[in-house]
């Protein structure tokens, strides 16, 4: 019998997907994938993504304007997000891709700190969990979300941080997105942790086309890869596989409400 899986996070408006989506959808049909997040990165893909999620009935679709391009989100931007979350569109289960990051070299911080408070006051009006990208700001991140105290909370995307950090945020309520990272045996830190949190806590996603697994390196990754970061994790926790994969069903269908 095949496990079934929800890929928490693909970007599917990306390159290698664009104009291949049927196939794309197929093979990752094959691999157990029944349903598929995408969440958008600036308000120029809204429509796309939109588009996306009501052509295909495995794709589901997040709104926000992700930090890493912190140079093309505008007052005008936040208001067209604010638009589209009035008007409730179908298939819509979380804002994101927001949140925080410091990898950058001209970060603007404060831009992005600001950013991420108007969205997640939109996320408290509108009653949507959040996709939450944070890059070398982890503890940063805690006390946004501590004040706005979210009634949905959401996931903290391809989390690769400490025991003590994630602790942090499953304490608020938070689900832990587990991605390729964990294949790789250097990641040691990340294994640990994924293997020791709570079960309730876990949820999967590949961050296609990004993000890919061990022994796929400069590839581009694809949402039935979530089946070999399952099996992964598998090996690392020590629950049975059937118990690992209905927990993690549960979670995600949980945090995120999927409507036809």
Known sequence: MTTRFIDTHCHFDFPPFVDNERLSLHQAAQAGVEKIILPATEADNFARVSALAQQHDALYMALGLHPIVIEKHTDASLEQLDNYLSARPQKLVAIGEIGLDLWR????????????????????????PVI??????????VPHLKRQNLPRTGV???????????????????????GGTITY???SKTRNVVAQLPLDALLLETDAPDMP???????????????????????????????????????????FTFTP
């Open 132 to 141: 939450l990208h944070s890059r070398r700001t982890h503890d940063k991140l």
């Open 156 to 178: 903290i995307h391809g989390f690769a941080g400490s025991w003590v950090q994630a602790e942090r945020f499953i304490q608020l309520g938070y689900k832990i997105g587990v």
């Open 185 to 187: 045996l250097r990641a």
């Open 213 to 255: 697994l061990n022994g796929f390196q400069g590839q581009p990754n694809r949402p039935e890869q979530v089946a070999r970061v399952f099996a992964t994790l598998c090996e690392l926790r020590p629950e049975p596989a059937d118990v690992i994969a209905n927990a993690i069903w549960r979670n995600t269908i949980a945090l």
């Open 105 to 128: 070299d001209d970060p603007q911080f404060e831009r992005q700190e600001s950013l991420l408070t108007a969205q997640l006051m939109l996320a408290k009006r509108y009653d949507l």
